[in-house]
């Protein structure tokens, strides 16, 4: 069983700076693609940053030139470097995985439980 947990979020003024972190624990070949998404009250969950099967980073438009995603391979962890926040960053912050188990092909997506994440303006 894979999971994931998140850690980093909080409460910031407009125009400051979080950085959140996911680490993966358990059982697995590999992780091929990890990031994060974003779901704020009353709105469909959406992407924010991810690195793809294809090793490259992909953004939503509303973050390009605030957020950063890295990772550390080693530790099985994407971090999310969010600056500039603006209040309608205010949501609750997921990470995904998606994970292949040992002995398979397919993969299979996790989700972390989510950390809330609140700009005041």
């Known amino acids: 069983q894979v999971q994931l947990v998140e850690s980093g979020g909080g409460l910031v003024q407009a125009g400051g700076s979080l950085r959140l972190s996911c680490a993966a624990s358990?059982?697995?070949?590999?992780?091929?693609?990890m990031g994060w998404y974003r779901q704020a009250p009353g709105k469909q969950r959406e992407l924010v940053a991810a690195?793809?099967?294809?090793?490259?980073?992909t953004y939503a438009d509303s973050v390009k030139g605030r957020f950063t995603i890295s990772r550390d391979n080693a530790k099985n962890t994407v971090y999310l470097q969010m600056t500039s926040l603006k209040p309608e960053d205010t949501a609750v912050y997921y990470c995904?995985?998606?994970?292949?188990?040992?002995?398979?092909?397919?993969?299979?997506?996790?989700w972390g439980q989510g950390t809330q994440v609140t700009v005041s303006s």
């Open positions: 995904t995985a998606a994970v292949r188990d040992w002995g398979k092909l397919a993969t299979r997506d996790y």
């Open positions: 690195f793809t099967s294809g090793g490259t980073t």
């Open positions: 358990g059982s697995f070949a590999s992780i091929n693609a």
